[in-house]
């Protein structure tokens, strides 16, 4: 499974929604709090992206000696249509200065965030992250397809996506014999994840034989997996 550092990381640099939240901005409305884009530098530091006038950066401005702590929280929803569609959240909290002439785009400024100390709670489960951990992680190298391949999971494969019950135990069996809907759930390097709906609810993990690196070893993971199925 993919450790919850690396499971952080991965939701810092996804598409998931997020807020900073700084001390002294509750008036602030939630979308100037919401950086335009996000991503990790090699020391582990967060760097976020937003409008020169927004509410943050003058905070960080005006901030002195790294003396201007905040919180960087994510929420996760899964890209498909399905019962509890929240899949997890994460928060990195530390200490925002801004990092002037790093924004490439006129009218916007970076914030640097150095990580004091980071957590995820998500279907793996709950965990603290050290920041030594959470700067040496990697990102799952299926990030940035993970929204369209399970779309299109779910609308071209959703017969094939179904069939995974045989595959699984008794639970899963007895679900699909019940009609119940399989539906792609989340996907990373290590498998594929599914709940079945219906009155209620259930996750069933798929494991790929060895962890992908790129699209075209997930190709040949599901075709293995989906062959498996009708066999």
């Not at 002294?24 to 991503?39: D, T």
């Not at 002439?101 to 150095?114: D, F, K, S, V």
Request: proline share 6%.
């Amino acid at each position: 499974m993919p450790s919850a550092a690396e499971r952080t990381r991965t939701l810092v640099q996804s598409t998931c929604s997020s807020v900073l939240l700084v001390p002294g901005l509750g008036g602030a409305r939630h979308e100037q709090l919401s950086p335009q884009a996000r991503a990790v530098g090699t020391d582990g530091e967060v760097f976020l992206l937003f409008p020169a006038d927004s509410p943050a950066v003058r905070a960080a401005t005006h901030a002195q000696d790294d003396e201007l702590s905040a919180v960087l929280e994510m929420v996760d929803v899964a890209p498909v249509a399905v019962p509890h569609r929240i899949r997890g959240h994460a928060r990195v909290s530390g200490w925002l200065t801004s990092a002037p002439g790093l924004a490439t785009e006129p009218g916007y400024m970076m914030l640097r965030l150095e990580v004091g100390e980071a957590s995820v709670e998500d279907l793996w489960g709950a965990s603290h992250v050290e920041p030594e951990a959470f700067a040496s992680a990697s990102v799952d190298p299926l990030v940035a397809h993970e929204t369209e391949l399970l779309q299109h999971l779910a609308s071209a494969h959703g017969d094939q996506v179904q069939a995974l019950a045989s595959l699984a135990g008794e639970r899963e069996a007895a679900a699909a014999a019940e009609g119940r809907r399989a539906v792609p759930l989340a996907l990373d390097r290590f498998g594929l994840r599914v709940r079945f709906t219906g009155e209620s609810c259930f996750d069933t993990r798929f494991d790929f034989p060895s962890p992908v690196g790129n699209i075209t070893e997930l190709r040949r993971a599901m075709h293995a997996l989906f062959d498996a199925a009708a066999h």
